[in-house]
T-cell receptor, first 111, second 116 residues
Framework: LAKTTQPISMDSYEGQEVNITCSHN???????ITWYQQFPSQGPRFIIQ???TKVTNEVASLFIPADRKSSTLSLPRVSLSDTAVYYC????????????FGSGTKLNVKP | EAGVTQFPSHSVIEKGQTVTLRCDPI?????LYWYRRVMGKEIKFLLH????????ESGMPNNRFLAERTGGTYSTLKVQPAELEDSGVYFC??????????????FGQGTRLTVV
């Protein structure tokens, strides 16, 4: 299992850009980086996935440096509804039995 | 399209009793996973089905836990007898067959199990 390290919590204000960084020093060649979001009383929900450089979708951007030992999830202009726990997962994209969830990052968006 | 659904959403049972959790995956998803988070700890993998076969059950904590997936459709996770340390949230997830990028796992809302 490729373990990850994320900040336990982060605070932000509505309208700001939020960047959550994840360390994954033991990432393997075939591993991808996937971020999930979890609201209270719900299951995790897929946000974005990438292998290297930059990936962007309608929700977020994912920045991955050349050494791939870390990654940064960027949420543009957060709102109160973005308050959730964000998990950085490392592994082959289809090996969900190998994912290490860790503690995740609790993002608290304030008005 | 219906997502992954889990029943019940919450269950409170006494120590020593039996509880059965159910998961209905997204139709057509061959892969079904069970995870759990106990006592505020991280989410941990329990079991992986491919259709009706157990592909990986390395995360099952002990023989008090029995998972089945009859016919490759819905799955059940039985805890018998339940112990206090089994309390937590049990998640089910499903994914399409085949390896490929952007294959995502769709999670249900979870079943909160409380053993008293």
């Amino acid at each position: 299992l490729a373990k990850t390290t994320q900040p336990i919590s982060m605070d932000s204000y509505e309208g700001q850009e939020v960047n959550i960084t994840c360390s994954h020093n033991n990432i393997a060649t075939n591993d991808y980086i996937t971020w999930y979001q979890q609201f209270p009383s719900q299951g995790p929900r897929f946000i974005i996935q990438g292998y290297k450089t930059k990936v962007t979708n309608e929700v977020a951007s994912l920045f991955i440096p050349a050494d791939r030992k870390s990654s940064t999830l960027s949420l543009p202009r957060v709102s109160l509804s973005d308050t959730a726990v964000y998990y950085c997962l490392v592994g082959a994209p289809y090996n969900f039995n190998k994912f290490y969830f860790g503690s995740g990052t609790k993002l608290n968006v304030k008005p | 399209e219906a997502g992954v659904t889990q029943f019940p959403s919450h269950s409170v049972i006494e120590k020593g009793q039996t509880v059965t959790l159910r998961c209905d995956p997204i139709s057509g998803h061959d892969n079904l996973y069970w995870y759990r988070r106990v006592m505020g700890k991280e989410i941990k993998f329990l079991l992986h089905f491919v259709k009706e076969s157990k592909q990986d059950e390395s995360g099952m904590p002990n023989n008090r836990f029995l998972a089945e997936r009859t016919g490759g459709t819905y799955s059940t996770l039985k805890v018998q007898p339940a112990e206090l340390e089994d309390s937590g949230v049990y998640f089910c997830a499903s994914s399409q067959d085949g390896a490929g990028v952007n294959t995502e796992a769709f999670f249900g809302q979870g079943t909160r199990l409380t053993v008293v």
